[in-house]
């Protein structure tokens, strides 16, 4: 069996539902180790995160994914234990198959390929895993980061390996991502009957207010990389479940996916602007406002990485990828405002967090090389 293949399938074993790594990365570590990289296990809350380096001066490249995976859902839905790696019409199916554990064993044979032929005098080759990427994103990237900073730790280049392709390994790389800010607001009014509608204040009736400027509001254009900014309600909820009663609270979720034109603090002025307009001025106690940042949006236009990674793509797959900002979020978003160049490049994202999970078996040691080729592209020439 093919290297790559072959520990995507242990890892596809371990069961690494988030924030659980499921012994991941003490598999890889010991690669990894073995190989000449210096180890280190950095451990917050709950979460376990894999910094390896090989290489102590110079640039850094570093490889960026997670080795946690969503939940698989209710086993009578898969064709076979999704934690048992199956090959079948040439493809490899379980959970974590595309989002990633495929990318993570692709990163770590193309890492032990080119430290068995390069000295660690080019630069500075890390692989950064976390088990908390599908989860809050709190004690993974998020906090290394904040430790590198702490400590002066630098990357100057860092490619993701999430599922990038659209219809065919190579066909799309990912050079940004938007940016992503939940809200959510309650209301209190009074409850009471329909029928008395003078007795009772209806907590509904005042969010949509609020919230129909804010689905109706132009959020902006978008440019030559990303689409316009976009405006999403994910939950609303009010009443008891009878039909004759005034709701006395309610309660709405929204997201908005924002673009490098909008200013995260010019959305929270448009909410704030929304509520005042409702009737809801600053400090009325009937309303409540919280906001939860996942990250601001980020772009590699050009430079090095993408140079390396274009062209390592085109010498594997052949033909040019496009470039895409499309999609959720990513780690990425951690590295980026650090000063790193980012892009991201993976296989098929057609099964990701769905039942049957797989990718392609002939698409990974192609992903490997092409792994394999950028590295040597950035760090030799």
């Known amino acids: 069996m093919d290297p790559t293949v072959e520990l995507a399938c242990e890892l596809i074993r371990c069961r690494s539902v988030t924030p659980d790594d499921g012994g991941c990365q003490e598999i890889i570590g010991g690669r990894l180790a073995a190989a000449g990289f210096e180890v280190e296990n950095l451990r917050f809350g709950e979460v376990d995160n894999l910094w390896a380096v090989?290489?102590?001066?110079?640039?850094?490249?570093?490889?960026?994914?997670?080795?946690?995976v969503v939940p698989p859902g209710p086993l009578e839905d898969w064709q076979s234990d999704p934690f048992e790696p199956r090959i079948d019409d040439g493809k490899l199916f379980g959970r974590g198959a595309a989002?990633?554990?495929?990318?993570v064993a692709a990163m770590v044979t193309a890492a032990?390929?080119?430290?068995a032929v390069h000295s660690p005098e080019h630069g500075r080759l890390a692989i950064l895993l976390t088990s908390d990427e599908e989860g809050p994103g709190i004690h993974g990237v998020r906090r290394v980061m904040e430790a590198f900073g702490e400590r002066g730790t630098r990357i100057d280049w860092c490619l993701v390996g999430e599922p990038s392709c659209q219809t065919a390994l190579g066909d799309t790389v990912k050079h940004g991502r938007r940016g992503s800010l939940t809200g959510r607001i309650r209301l209190r009014g009074q409850q009471?009957?329909?029928?008395?509608?003078?007795l009772a204040e209806n907590a509904l009736h005042h969010?949509?207010?609020i919230v129909t400027p804010l689905v109706d509001h132009d959020w902006g254009p978008g440019d030559a990389d990303?689409?316009?900014?976009?405006?999403?309600?994910?939950?609303?909820?009010?009443g008891?479940?009878?039909d004759n009663v005034i709701p006395g609270v309610a309660d709405v979720c929204f997201n908005i996916r924002y673009n490098p034109g909008l200013p995260r603090e010019a959305i929270k002025q448009v909410v704030s602007t929304a509520c005042e307009s409702a009737g809801f001025a600053p400090g009325d106690t009937r309303l409540e406002l919280d906001w939860h940042h996942s990250g601001d949006p980020f772009i590699t236009r050009e430079g090095p990485l993408l140079d390396a990674l274009e062209q390592s793509i085109r010498a594997v797959c052949g033909g040019r990828p496009a470039r895409s900002t499309a999609?959720?979020?990513?780690?990425?978003?951690f590295v980026a405002p650090a000063g790193a160049q980012v892009a991201e490049f993976g296989p098929l994202n057609a099964s990701i967090h769905k039942v049957d999970e797989h990718v392609l078996v002939d698409d990974l040691p192609r992903l490997s090389e092409v792994y394999e080729q950028t590295i040597s592209r950035l760090l030799v020439g």
């Open 207 to 209: 969010l949509l207010r």
């Open 54 to 68: 090989y290489g102590d001066a110079g640039p850094t490249l570093c490889l960026l994914g997670h080795t946690d």
């Open 112 to 115: 032990e390929r080119y430290a």
């Open 192 to 198: 009471g009957h329909v029928a008395y509608p003078t």
């Open 99 to 103: 989002d990633m554990k495929s990318s």
């Open 327 to 333: 999609g959720g979020t990513s780690d990425g978003r």
């Open 240 to 242: 008891t479940g009878a």
């Open 226 to 238: 990303f689409p316009p900014s976009s405006f999403q309600i994910s939950n609303l909820n009010a």
